[in-house]
Nanobody
Framework: VQLVESGGDLVQAGGSLRLSCAAS????????IGWFRQAPGKEREAVSC??????YYVRSMEGRFAVSSDNAENTVYLQMNSLRPEDTAVYHC?????????????????????WGQGTQVTVSS
């Protein structure tokens, strides 16, 4: 199983970026894919979680961030708009096999089995 993020960059406040998470080695549809971010000196923070055809967002990011996926390419995208300096972080995607009793919503980081290496997003003011 491998997850590879890309698309991070330096962008001015108010700008947009689209991050990609390319997955390989597992059946995409059976897994939940989460986006997380971690800023220097801060705890890892959930951004979104996608499984069973639905995406759940952390409330503070809903409306500015949007997840889409290309199942044929096993790739999940995170579109980020109206970026702010406080969005500066390393963004990671992660995957976990969805359980039959999986609660719908954000899945906690410790439940994920697989993580990508991350991609740096820097938003200048």
């Amino acid at each position: 199983v491998q997850l590879v993020e890309s698309g991070g960059d330096l962008v001015q406040a108010g700008g947009s970026l689209r991050l990609s998470c390319a997955a390989s080695g597992f059946t995409f549809d059976d897994y939940a894919i989460g986006w997380f971010r971690q800023a220097p000196g801060k705890e890892r923070e959930a951004v979104s979680c996608t499984f069973d055809g639905a995406t759940y967002y952390v409330r503070s990011m809903e409306g500015r961030f949007a997840v889409s996926s290309d199942n044929a390419e096993n790739t999940v995208y995170l579109q980020m708009n109206s970026l702010r300096p406080e969005d500066t972080a390393v963004y990671h995607c992660a995957a976990v096999l969805v359980r039959s009793d999986q609660t719908r919503g954000i899945i906690a980081p410790h439940e994920y089995n697989y993580w990508g290496q991350g991609t740096q997003v820097t938003v200048s003011s």
